[in-house]
């Protein structure tokens, strides 16, 4: 499990009227295809959406924090995406935050934050 620890909020108090979490980030944006639960059986899934439940066990017990951001965000496609996924990061997902990782900080959504987060906490 990686362990973020956020730098700075650039603004985010002056812009949140209230306050995001991932479990409502992802109730609002992926239940749809990928079920409350996360296990693909959304009303909008038509069999195209993975099992969110089984990332990390799909890659040898470790949750892929990057690669699940990356296709999130609209930056990396897998071979086997589907392209019924949308772009997040072409809509709003809300104000950067900076995150240090291995010493180095990379600035990301505060919505993709905590909807990464939101996934690796319903990991079976």
Known sequence: MRNFIIVSVLGLAACVEEPVNGR?????SCAACHG????????????LAPDLT??????GGV????????IIDGLERAPHFSAAMP????????ETVIVENEGLGTPVPFKLLVL??????IQQ
Not at 36 to 47: E, L, M
Request: charged share 20%; glycine share 16%; hydrophobic share 35%.
């Open 24 to 28: 409502t980030t992802y109730l609002e």
């Open 54 to 59: 089984m990332l990390a066990a799909r890659n």
């Open 87 to 94: 772009e997040f990061g072409a809509g709003d997902l809300g």
């Open 116 to 121: 990464t987060e939101y996934l690796q906490s």
């Open 36 to 47: 409350v639960s996360g296990a693909g059986d959304g009303p909008a899934a038509r069999g």
């Open 63 to 70: 949750f892929p924090t990057d690669d699940v951001m990356s």
